[in-house]
């Protein structure tokens, strides 16, 4: 069974250009995360979904960056436009919630975005 | 609010014991325990509910202190394949559905032969 699927897997970008990351849920879960890692503020949330719905989108650093799942297998973060302190690993990652309330998250590989 | 882990790094001989502490000011829900290695995603070990349950899986095992706020992974008689950053993530107050975590900073362990 595949896993969580992230593309691209490198993107290098100019400052102020449009990026869009995407990633592919596990097939049957139903809750996506999106990660960011850096070596300076480590692991973050930036938002999840559970059904499709947006639960708590906090952790998005500006308007410049958004999410969507437009539908239960997919989902992309688009951050427009870009800037250099954009510049991280970003991870999706998918779940799904038990009976007995385990919720393992599957990470995807990354993509690795760098701002010029 | 981030959770503490504690220490930062260590550095062990294979064979040798290892606990790595994650505490934080946040009433929990449930504790999720990650090992990353370099250029790698995380990846799962495990989770603890509260309840103040202890889990463990071959030498891994990790405990879950309601009260205290605090949980704690053990890594006994570890091997080189263990090394790697180790991150708890505290979930809040799912009720619903999965909680997006908060991750702590990270403990580096590093296993020497």
């Known amino acids: 069974d595949a896993g969580v699927i992230q593309s691209p897997r490198h993107e290098v970008t100019e400052m102020g250009q449009e990026v869009t990351l995407r990633c592919k849920l596990i097939s049957g879960h139903n809750s996506l995360f999106w990660y960011r890692q850096t070596m300076m503020r480590g692991l973050e949330l930036l938002i999840y979904?559970?059904?499709?719905?947006?639960?708590?989108d906090s952790g998005m650093p500006e308007d410049r960056f958004s999410a969507k799942m437009p539908n239960a297998s997919f989902s992309t973060l688009k951050i427009q436009p870009s800037e250099p302190r954009d510049s991280a690993v970003y991870f999706c990652a998918s779940s799904f919630l038990t009976g007995t309330g385990n919720y393992e998250q599957f990470f995807g590989p990354g993509t690795r975005l760098t701002v010029l | 609010q981030q959770p503490v882990q504690s220490p930062q790094a260590v550095i062990l001989r294979e064979g040798e014991d290892a606990v790595i502490n994650c505490s934080s000011s946040?009433?929990?829900?449930?504790v999720h325990w990650y090992r990353q290695k370099h250029g790698e995603a995380p990846v799962f070990l495990m989770i603890l509910l509260k309840g103040g349950e202890q889990k463990g899986h071959d030498k891994i095992s990790a405990s879950f202190n309601e009260k205290k706020q605090q949980s704690s992974l053990y890594l006994t008689a570890s091997q080189l394949s263990y090394s790697g950053t180790y991150f708890c993530?505290?979930?809040?107050?799912?009720?619903?559905?999965?909680?997006?975590?908060?991750f702590g900073k990270g403990t580096h362990l590093i296993i020497q032969p």
């Open positions: 979904f559970n059904n499709n719905v947006p639960i708590d």
């Open positions: 993530g505290t979930g809040g107050h799912s009720g619903g559905g999965a909680d997006g975590l908060t």
């Open positions: 946040k009433a929990l829900y449930s």
